[in-house]
């Protein structure tokens, strides 16, 4: 693909990501002030189970210092948890906290509904063209994990 046609595909991305997180999710700063991050980090340790600061940094694509910011906030508030890997004490991993993972499963009903909520108001026609819309762009998204996977295996 031409580098115009990628610019054009990157420039639409930068648009949409925004939109979606201010009209989509516009709801999700609630009363203890998260934003996108940090449910993000919360979701990845929901899902994949404790893992170390920098595999958790890799995942959700922060530097260090930015996953460090994420991460503070969340155990100072007792959603996580940081202990030292029982085999390399300079090794620091993560996992929600129960009250983390009480905090996600509540999240994530309250989330999927105001969803619904503000997708009922489309026609039923384009609800369908979305959905399949969307998953080609998984299908697409899940291609470029893996190519970025192969990439960091090869020598």
């Known amino acids: ?63 260090k210092p930015g996953t460090t910011f994420l991460t503070d906030r969340l155990i100072e508030d007792g959603k996580l948890e940081r202990t030292y890997d029982s085999s390399d004490r300079r090794i620091i991993n993560v996992s929600l906290t129960e009250k983390g993972k009480a905090f996600m499963r509540t999240h994530r009903i309250e989330e999927k509904e105001e969803m619904k909520k503000n997708f009922s108001k489309i026609s039923d026609e384009d609800l369908e063209e979305l959905c399949a819309s969307l998953n080609k762009i998984r299908e697409i998204f899940m291609k470029v994990c893996e190519e970025d996977k192969n990439a960091k295996q090869e020598p």
């Open 1 to 63: 693909m031409d580098d115009k046609k990628l610019g054009d595909i990157v420039d639409r991305l930068q648009v949409f990501l925004p939109f979606f997180y201010r009209k989509v999710l516009a709801w999700h700063k609630n009363s203890e002030g998260y934003n996108p991050g940090h449910y993000m980090v919360m979701g990845i340790l929901m899902h994949k189970g404790p893992m170390s600061m920098s595999e958790l940094g890799r995942k959700i694509c922060a530097s």
